[in-house]
């Protein structure tokens, strides 16, 4: 199959987005960090869910996408883990369509595989969004997860955390794998989604309810009626998704099981729970999940408004890129200052291993600094 001009448009505009974004638009608030990590975050947070804007305005604005979300909704700026079946690879990215109308794009982290932040562009811009990377080594993630979790909760900045419990997209081949631990623990075989690991969820779960970081869980169910493009190759190849569609389950943190052992238990009846949501979406006609398609809580946006935050996302990143381009061709200072920049990316990504780690560096400083200052204070006092 040929490679489509829509395609192309679609990733090459993401791709020069994120990456003149993280040179020009995030770079220059680098600094701040070394500084005040948490106003640092609060400002990075907000530049990023510009961007984040961008693949909803040309998925619905220049594709003609058609998104449909039904059940709870969110309650706008509520802290909160999502969780989320993982259909194809691009779940996470369609995702943002339900956020922009829902929630606030600026909250949302991602728990990703690491290798993907030395993407350039997409990577350094994740790394600064300050994504949650895993090893899938769960030792190593522990300690990484304990150390993010604990400083989201330290600088109280709430934040809406994607997980995909079962680790990976839907495909023959890890149905299979997931079919083999089925009968490895006596559960029955799924067909619509993968056996969910629970032990990431509920470690999450706990570690930001003991931080007093966390309000809900949202189980978020998606499925794709007419084509479903399972890797970016099909969105090169210009086959986007036709509709989309969300259904949102809310449960309040007080309604969670306290043990871990019941919380796994919990996460598991939402997976069954799924199996059989999915089996009524793809076997009924019309295809949905609400055959009436509305959802029970109103977004937080109008359509209006959404359309326009669309509107304006095409035309700022389209002009922005523009400027880009322009102010490399012209004028040495700016090519200057872009080479200093592309430098300081790669070279963190080797010397630290992330802007997210450099991150949490500078609060342990300052944390321990805080710590010092109050205790000489204490001791001035009792002399």
Known sequence: MAVSVRG?????????????????????????????????????DRIVATWLTLPVSLLELVFGVK??????????????VIIMNHRTRL?????????????????????????LKAVPGFGWAMQVACFVFIQRRWEEDKRHLENMLDYFCDIREPLQLLLFPEGTDLTENTKAKSDVFAA???????????????TGFTFIVDRLRRGDNLDAVHDITVAYPKNIPQTERHLILGL???????HVRRYPVSSLPSSSSELES???QRWAEKEVRLRDFYSGQPRGFDRDGVARVPPCKSELR????????????????ALCFTGLWLWAPVRLYFVILVGVFMTQQKLVGGLELLELA?????????VSEKNKVVDGKMQ
């Open 91 to 115: 779940d996470w990215m369609f995702l943002w369509c339900c956020l922009l109308r829902y929630s606030y794009l600026r909250l949302e982290k991602i728990c990703l595989k690491a290798g």
């Open 362 to 370: 500078c609060h342990r400083y300052w944390k321990t600094s805080s």
């Open 306 to 321: 959404v359309a326009l935050i669309k509107a304006a996302s095409l035309l700022y990143w389209t002009s922005f890129i």
């Open 240 to 246: 986007f998704p036709r509709e989309i569609h969300f």
């Open 184 to 198: 490895q623990n006596n559960l029955p075989e799924l067909e619509y989604v993968l056996h969910p690991r629970t």
């Open 8 to 44: 192309l448009y679609f990733v090459v505009t993401l791709f020069l987005g994120s990456f003149f974004g993280s040179v020009f638009m995030l770079g220059p608030v680098l600094p701040l960090m070394l500084l005040s990590p948490a106003w640092y975050r609060w400002l990075t």
């Open 67 to 80: 998104v449909v979300i039904t059940g709870d909704g969110f309650v706008p700026g509520e802290r909160s």
């Open 266 to 268: 919990w996460c598991r």
